[in-house]
């Protein structure tokens, strides 16, 4: 595998532990990645299992199947990997020719070679063409054609409601101020606009001042939110009676979706509430199995900083 595709899987015991799968079950990694987790669940699937990977990304897609291929045959399940995006996923299960999955594994959130290739555009730390696309391959608008081509006042809901950033109108303000003079090409520019908007005051505390706003552009070139709503709920469709469904997010907005989803699949009556009696006859769909998401403990964290922010939400289909 390239070292580029060598990452530490977060919360992968809790993960593990949570999905429950057994010899024989159908798993989906619908974030495949360098397949830290899949590596893992392949040893509890066994070689009647089947294991089905999704990524957009065709060099994750190619380290992670060269470092399942070398698990030990026996005990390594059938493996199918698929090129596509999470919220295509019931196009995709279709492909695989499976009636119905045992458990399915979302690891959400822009993966670590990603933000370590400069080339990618994703990184605020190095200068790079502006582009944060998940598969340039397949997407036409990049970055630098949002950033050049938005209005302000899109610019500044994008960045707000993406990211809560409190400068968001000043930053859209000073990103169209500065593309009069020239087209915002790479991610040192955007950087330097970012800097210059956010006063200097602000700009000393709540970590990179361009962070935030790096994370909302890069939500709404890959339309991440919506993907991922449509991703959840296809899960759930294809979950077998009793089969589990782990969501690892990594920031408020992704995890309020997960959040809000099982909550609304896990309840017992949908009626107004000023009815006296329930009407509706509603069966839950979902058993929420956390309660409250499940961090990294602090070991994790001094090992792999960047599970710093994840939270994992587990749910078992009736």
């Given at each position: ?18 999905l ?6 159908i ?53 199918k ?31 670590s070679?990603?933000l ?13 063409p ?64 970012i ?54 997010s990594?920031?408020?907005?992704e995890?309020?979706i ?16 000023d ?38 939400r ?5």
């Amino acid at each position: 595998m390239t070292d580029e595709y060598r990452h530490t899987p977060v919360l992968l015991a809790e993960c593990l532990e949570g999905l429950a799968l057994k010899p024989r079950h159908i798993f989906v990694d619908a974030t495949l990645g360098g397949a830290g987790h899949s590596c893992e669940a392949a040893g509890r699937l066994g070689a009647d299992g089947l294991l089905i990977g999704i990524d957009q990304d065709d060099a994750a897609l190619a380290a992670a199947g060269e470092r399942l291929r070398a698990l030990p045959e026996k005990k390594r399940p059938r493996i199918k990997l698929l090129k596509g995006n999470f919220g295509d996923l019931d196009e995709l299960l279709v492909r695989a020719q499976v009636p119905g999955i045992d458990g399915i594994l979302f690891d959400l959130g822009v993966s670590s070679p990603q933000l370590d290739v400069a080339s990618r555009g994703f990184s605020f730390r190095e200068d790079a063409p502006l582009d944060m696309r998940m598969d340039p391959g397949r997407q036409t608008r990049n970055a630098a054609e949002l950033v050049n081509s938005a209005t302000e006042s899109e610019l500044a809901r994008i960045i707000f409601e993406n990211s809560d950033e409190k400068w968001a109108r000043r930053i859209a303000q000073f990103i169209v101020a500065a593309r009069e003079d020239a087209p915002i090409e790479t991610t040192g520019q955007l950087v330097e606009i970012i800097k210059a908007a956010i006063p200097a005051s602000a700009r000393r505390r709540g970590g990179h001042p361009a962070k935030r706003t790096f994370q909302a552009l890069r939500i709404e070139v890959n339309s991440e939110l919506d993907a991922l709503k449509r991703g959840l709920e296809a899960a759930v469709r294809w979950l077998n009676p009793q089969g589990r469904i782990a969501v690892i997010s990594y920031h408020s907005l992704e995890d309020r979706i997960v959040k809000n989803l099982f909550a609304d699949l896990s309840r017992t009556c949908i009626c107004p509430p000023d009815l006296p009696v329930c009407v509706c006859g509603a069966d839950p769909v979902l058993k929420v199995m956390t309660r409250k998401p499940l961090l990294p403990a602090e070991g994790e964290i001094e090992g792999n900083p960047r599970a710093r922010s994840a939270k994992l939400r587990i749910a078992c289909r009736k």
